[in-house]
């Protein structure tokens, strides 16, 4: 079922198209991830989701209504847009107190998320005082404060140290382990990577691909490597087999177009002995950067 | 709409800013009706002896700059969301903008009481204090006294909502603020001075004559103590006149820039 549905969805800022014509849903129980180069439309277009910017043409809804008509917006989407949308000269605590009001959440709750994001410390802190890094985190406390079942982050790891995009990953495995739906966005794949289900790419604001992780690494034309002492022969056999070897060397070739089980089959064939044979592991990010640059090509007048 | 209510009150009492304005309004209210009680009676003042109720009323009804602070307070109320970008948490949290608008009005409505109480309490301190330690007679009644206080509440209540309305329409910080000083202190004693009929319908000054202040006793340029032909509009009247324009200006702001994007 999905819960977040996005329809022909467009915004236009005067005479700049923000986003175009945008079209994508997310399952509910899922993980994804939302990308984009900056500039791509990621955050105009979650604050149409969010009933924040109104758009110029098409639809986002949540649970099949637009956020402005949800019930109790609070427990059913929690959001964190970005890392200064808490008055700085308010304690942290403070923060989350007048929200826990709005949502009609007991106080208690506060403590729980505070803890959750390891803010304990710092909950009578003034939030001006604050790393971005923290402020990261006391925003998903805010956005986790009244236990939504979906979560739409903008670009949470921004700001965040190596231990607390490692952090961030942890919490969000255990919030999907837990049923919920998380829309997460970054302009980097490998930070969301290991946490999504499925991603959706965009750039000047259009879809340029949505699909699982492995559809979108079975895009990308893995190489093998294989070190042999008869790499011209091997070379030779897989040119007539429509693969290409490139090489690395008088016996290392790096082999694209054929897996390793075609190669092995194939140097079995000429009995063309194989010292060593390695899948080179794909670079997601190269994935991405290909598919935003080919949307660019389309997009740039020759 | 309580809840809301009491989330804007919490917002408002856990920020330093609210203590900071009242803190100097009481300070300006004691230091001006303390320069009005000194130079009471001394020829070409314009100000009578503190014996004389016209001359008391002179002193503790020095509640003008309260209420300009409550106005900037309301102000900051609304314009702050959009300051420091929390007006992206607070319409998450209620999409229905318009409750958010109304709540903040009422709230900054009470907060802007507190503003008029305490200027009012410490002007009339300070003129019984002048008027007792000359060992004059109190030339006002308790009733009267108590009547400038409640009119001091009342004026800064409203100015307060007033300039929380404004702060929705304007939605710059800086620019409202400096609207409410220039507005209050520059041009309605410009107008006011030059079209005397009018005063009593300029906001400031009738907030002014609810707390009991003179026409013109508000103001600083051209229409500074000058007595005019006209007087005050009835308390009712002028407080109808300044609950009408909050509701007016929230009216406008609630159908143009409180529904603008939250980019």
């Known amino acids: ?302 | 709409m309580i809840r809301l209510i009491r989330a804007e009150l919490l917002k408002l009492s856990t920020i330093r800013l609210p203590y900071g304005l009242l803190t100097i309004a009481a300070a300006l209210t004691a230091l001006f009706a303390t320069l009005e009680a000194s130079r009471a009676g001394s020829a070409g003042t314009g100000v009578a002896r503190l014996t004389t109720a016209s001359g008391l009323s002179t002193v503790t009804t020095v509640t003008g700059f309260a209420m300009l602070l409550a106005a900037v307070l309301g102000a900051i109320v609304t314009t702050g969301e959009f300051r420091h970008a929390s007006a992206t948490l607070t319409y998450q949290a209620t999409p229905r903008r318009t409750r958010v608008l109304v709540a903040k009005v009422i709230v900054a409505a009470a907060a802007g009481a507190l503003f008029g109480l305490v200027g009012g309490v410490i002007a009339t301190g300070v003129g019984l204090a002048f008027a007792s330690g000359d060992h004059a007679h109190i030339a006002l009644s308790t009733g009267t006294l108590l009547g400038h206080i409640g009119g001091a509440i009342c004026g800064a209540a409203l100015l307060a909502a007033l300039g929380a309305a404004l702060g929705s329409l304007v939605r710059s910080q800086l620019a409202t603020v400096i609207s409410i000083f220039v507005w209050g202190i520059v041009i309605e004693s410009l107008i006011g001075g030059l079209f005397t009929s009018i005063r009593p319908y300029l906001p400031y000054t009738a907030a002014t004559t609810l707390a009991g202040a003179k026409l013109g006793n508000a103001a600083f340029g051209p229409a500074h103590g000058e007595a005019g032909t006209v007087g005050p509009l009835p308390f009712i009247a002028t407080f109808a006149l300044l609950a009408a324009l909050a509701v007016v200006v929230s009216v406008v702001a609630a159908r143009t820039t409180v529904a603008r994007d939250i980019t």
Request: proline share 4%.
């Open chain 1, 1 to 302: 079922m999905s819960v977040i549905e996005v329809r022909e969805l467009t915004k236009r800022f005067g005479s700049v198209l923000a986003v175009d014509h945008l079209s994508f849903t997310v399952e509910q129980g899922t993980v994804v991830g939302f990308l984009g180069p900056n500039g791509a439309g990621k955050t105009t277009t979650l604050r149409m989701l969010l009933g924040l910017v109104e758009p110029t043409e098409g639809s986002a809804t949540i649970n099949g209504q637009s956020y402005r008509d949800l019930r109790a917006p609070l427990h059913v989407v929690g959001a964190a847009l970005e890392a200064s949308a808490a008055y700085p000269g308010r304690t942290a605590r403070n923060h989350l107190r007048v929200q826990a009001i709005v949502g009609e959440v007991p106080s208690s709750r506060v403590d729980e998320v505070l803890e959750l994001v390891n803010l304990t410390e710092a909950a009578d802190r003034r939030v001006g005082h604050f790393s971005l890094g923290m402020r990261q985190r006391l925003d998903l406390a805010t956005s986790l404060l009244c236990e939504p079942e979906i979560l739409i982050l903008d670009e949470p790891a921004n700001g965040l140290d190596p231990e607390g995009v490692h952090w961030l990953r942890g919490l969000l495995r255990d919030i999907a382990s837990q049923g919920k739906t998380v829309l997460v966005s970054s302009h980097i794949l490998a930070e969301v990577a290991q946490t999504v289900d499925s991603v959706v790419i965009l750039d000047h604001g259009r879809l340029i691909s949505h699909s699982t992780l492995a559809e979108l690494t079975a895009r990308d034309r893995q190489a093998v490597r294989v070190r042999t002492p008869r790499a011209q022969e091997l070379a030779a056999a897989l040119a007539a087999c429509n693969a290409t070897a490139e090489f690395l060397g008088a016996e290392q070739l790096r082999i694209t177009g054929a897996t390793s089980e075609q190669i092995g089959t194939l140097a079995a064939e000429h009995a063309i002995p194989i010292f060593e044979a390695a899948t080179e592991a794909t670079d997601l990010e190269d994935v991405f950067l290909q598919l935003t640059a080919a949307a660019d090509q389309t997009q740039t007048p020759p």
